[in-house]
């Protein structure tokens, strides 16, 4: 039967397989919070009125 040795895993392939599980499940959780909370709809909507108005700057700036 296998069995996994003592120090299988090198150090460093460790601590990508830590980083990735923390920023994954970070993100996950922060966005679990905001869909409970309903924030999602107005981040939605603040991006759409930022997405306009960049719009509507790069059409002001090529009438010039």
């Not at 599980?21 to 869909?35: E, G, Q, R, S």
Request: some cysteine.
């Amino acid at each position: 039967m296998w069995t996994m040795q003592e120090h299988y895993c090198p150090e460093q392939l460790v601590m990508k397989i830590n980083a990735l599980y923390l920023t994954v499940f970070t993100a996950y959780t922060i966005d679990h919070l905001i869909n409970e909370t309903g924030i999602s709809l107005y981040l939605k909507n603040k991006i759409k009125i930022v997405f306009v108005i960049k719009k509507y700057l790069r059409m002001e700036c090529l009438q010039f």
